[in-house]
């Protein structure tokens, strides 16, 4: 009898121990990445900023909603909390490329994640402080952990751009003229043009139908009466009704950011118009529109000189981009993948 209880109580150990096993396996979690420690609770803060991308990327492939069984529903061959945890890494990655070059260069002290978390909160701290003073404060009252990330991340590249004695930021003569080469459509000025158009917003009047036909009806007369002789506004202040509709535009290239902000549905139908011509009568949006382009005068194209300045931020830009890719595709990586895998699974399913 002793020696069955024996045996009983050896099995329940066991399985006791084969659980322990299984439980800790499942939440083991080791993780560095350029000999930075990763713990969990970063981990899965990566993870948040990436769980979004990878929701729709199955979504949109066909991968169903994102229902109970979603993280580890396979879709064409890949498995979504796998995908996450691969994801998840390069979000890692990248964070510490950043970070790591922003420590050599002295923009910060420490790279490491808890580092950011404190200069995170001490900003916060910094900003409430000044608010209750009645000091003034640019920018956000307050940073989520993801805006004041941004908003460091943007500090850090402009920091960098702006030495010249940092890698990637010389920029020759030769790499500014091809650079001008291939976007030369961007920098060529758009033509002046002269708009004399009609513009009745009907609906935001709350004009009835009976008008809204005359006034079109008004609108087909002008566009037919109007020839070399007869200008679309020559025509228009004739006619009582829609006298008051008539507008002049002299949109040059240097004031076409500040139309395309007034009148963009202006510009937008009479884009395309030569000197001389006019819409049709177009009723949009619940407007009723005639436009007519007096002159159009094309512009010299803006030489490499002119946009030096702005050529050398692009090229800088995308000089410190490169840098950063190569140290975080580089990046040394010590974890185990199926562990991560799993705590990933363990997680997502139940709701990170």
């Not at 800790?24 to 990445?33: E, H, Q």
């Not at 981990?43 to 990327?57: N, Q, W």
């Not at 007869?230 to 040059?252: I, N, P, R, W």
């Amino acid at each position: 009898m002793k020696k069955k209880i024996c045996v009983i109580s050896t099995i329940i150990i066991l399985v006791i121990l084969i659980f322990l096993i299984f439980f800790i396996s499942r939440n083991r979690f080791s993780l560095s990445i350029d000999g930075n420690k990763i713990d969990k609770e970063e981990f899965l803060d990566a993870a948040l900023l990436r769980r979004y991308d990878v929701t729709g990327y199955f979504t949109q492939k066909g991968g169903g909603t994102v229902d109970a069984g979603f993280w580890e529903r396979e879709s064409a061959g890949e498995i979504p909390y796998r995908k996450l945890t691969e994801e998840t890494l390069e979000e890692l990655k990248y964070f510490y490329a950043v970070y790591g070059l922003a420590k050599e260069k002295g923009y910060v002290q420490d790279s490491s994640y808890t580092a950011f978390l404190e200069r995170w909160e001490a900003e916060n701290t910094s900003r409430k402080e000044k608010i209750a003073k009645g000091e003034p404060v640019y920018g956000l009252a307050e940073y989520t952990k993801e805006l004041y990330r941004e908003y460091e991340m943007d500090m850090i590249q402009k920091s960098y751009c702006e030495n010249p004695d940092n890698e990637g930021m010389e920029i020759s003569d030769e790499e500014r003229k091809e650079y001008y080469a291939a976007h030369a459509d961007a920098y060529r000025q758009e033509d002046d043009r002269v708009l004399d158009y009609v513009k009745i917003p009907y609906e935001q009047e709350g004009m009835g139908e009976a008008e809204v036909k005359e006034h079109k009806e008004t609108l087909t007369k002008i566009y037919k009466q109007t020839d070399k002789e007869h200008s679309l506004a020559q025509l228009a202040k004739k006619e009582e009704s829609v006298a008051g509709y008539l507008e002049h535009a002299d949109v040059t290239a240097s004031d076409l950011k500040m139309y395309s902000r007034s009148i963009s549905d202006i510009l937008e139908y009479a884009w395309d118009l030569s000197a001389g011509e006019s819409t049709a009568v177009l009723d949009e949006n619940g407007c009723l529109y005639l436009i007519a382009c007096t002159k159009r005068s094309p512009n010299d194209t803006v030489t490499v000189d002119d946009v030096a300045d702005h050529i050398d931020k692009e090229l800088r830009e995308s000089n410190y981009d490169r840098i950063i890719e190569e140290r975080a595709a580089n990046a040394v990586v010590d974890g185990d993948m199926e562990q991560l895998y799993s705590f990933m699974k363990q997680h997502v399913n139940d709701g990170m």
